[in-house]
T-cell receptor, first 114, second 111 residues
Framework: NAGVTQTPKFRILKIGQSMTLQCTQD?????MYWYRQDPGMGLKLIYY???????DKGEVPNGYNVSRSTTEDFPLRLELAAPSQTSVYFC?????????????FGQGTRLTVV | GESVGLHLPTLSVQEGDNSIINCAYS??????FIWYKQESGKGPQFIID?????DKRQGQRVTVLLNKTVKHLSLQIAATQPGDSAVYFC??????????FGKGTMLLVSP
């Protein structure tokens, strides 16, 4: 049972560099999410998707982009990295359409921008 | 906007004690309230949820209580064990929208 898989686990970026955080799930879930978690804080929603081809902004979308070309994959793109984007990023998926509230999270990607 | 918050940032208990973690919410339109556990270096893990039309739900060693009058949610953990040490988040959801998380409470269990 792979669940939600995120890569890479750790990354250091220089200011202005770009990168893509990968996320894939094998549970055929319709909903997928990207959250960021700053030290000692809760999770803030960056972007989410309710199905392939559909994405929407969350609470803190600035500086990020996403795409959802397949049910399984939901990559998060950082175009011009800034120190404020230093955080731990979590991808999650769920199947809310069935009334189930449980979201499954990946292990996280720890990103440092210097 | 609407938010979910916690009263206590850190809760220290002895092994075997019962733990109570509290949460205040402000979105009266939320349909579900959910508790997540996050161990160090890991992603959050679902514990239990409760629908807004219920006031109590029990799981294995955990009970969630919902008081809509004062917009308060609590998680009770019976016979707390060292493995329960983690950060606990409450979250809320309205309809099929996304989860809104609170800031978290650190639970420390001493042997």
């Amino acid at each position: 049972n792979a669940g939600v898989t995120q890569t890479p686990k750790f990354r250091i970026l220089k200011i202005g560099q770009s990168m893509t955080l990968q996320c894939t799930q094998d549970m055929n879930h319709n909903y997928m999410y990207w959250y960021r978690q700053d030290p000692g804080m809760g999770l803030k929603l960056i972007y989410y998707s309710v199905g392939a081809g559909i994405t929407d902004k969350g609470e803190v979308p600035n500086g990020y982009n996403v795409s959802r070309s397949t049910t399984e994959d939901f990559p998060l793109r950082l175009e011009l990295a800034a120190p404020s984007q230093t955080s731990v990023y979590f991808c999650a998926s769920s199947n809310y359409g069935t009334g189930n509230t449980e979201a499954f999270f990946g292990q996280g990607t720890r990103l440092t921008v210097v | 906007g609407e938010s979910v918050g916690l009263h206590l940032p850190t809760l220290s208990v002895q092994e075997g004690d019962n733990s109570i973690i509290n949460c205040a919410y402000s979105n009266s339109a939320s349909d579900y309230f959910i508790w997540y556990k996050q161990e160090s270096g890991k992603g959050p893990q679902f514990i239990i949820d409760i629908r807004s039309n219920m006031d109590k739900r029990q799981g294995q060693r955990v009970t969630v209580l919902l008081n809509k009058t004062v917009k308060h949610l609590s998680l009770q953990i019976a016979a707390t064990q060292p493995g329960d040490s983690a950060v606990y988040f409450c979250a809320e959801r309205e309809g099929y929208s996304t989860l809104t998380f609170g800031k978290g409470t650190m639970l420390l269990v001493s042997p």
